[in-house]
């Protein structure tokens, strides 16, 4: 016989790791060719000038140079209007 009671078993307890996603470089901010910008699913933010953009949505810097954000208002396929973020490099 058992000598403790059975701790029994649950649905619950399993977390996933944290994916790191967000803002990497600020605007204004100086930065080189390579460095990853902005890690994020989907397309939250646009890649703007000197600004690749990965297969998992990554946008990274293609060009040294300060980082600018900027907003703009893109027209969809279906004619709705959309407020989007660009972010782009400026070379210095």
Do not use: W
């Amino acid at each position: 016989m058992a000598h403790t009671k059975s701790g029994g078993s649950t649905k619950l307890g399993r977390e996933s790791a944290s994916k790191r996603l967000g803002v990497k470089r600020q605007d204004g901010q100086e930065v080189k060719a390579g460095e990853v910008l902005i890690r994020q699913r989907g397309t939250k933010y646009l890649a703007g000038l000197n600004v690749g953009k990965g297969k998992d949505d990554t946008l990274y810097a293609m060009k040294p140079g300060a980082v600018k954000f900027a907003s703009k208002i893109k027209t969809k396929f279906d004619g709705n209007k959309r407020n989007v973020k660009v972010i782009s490099v400026i070379k210095k």
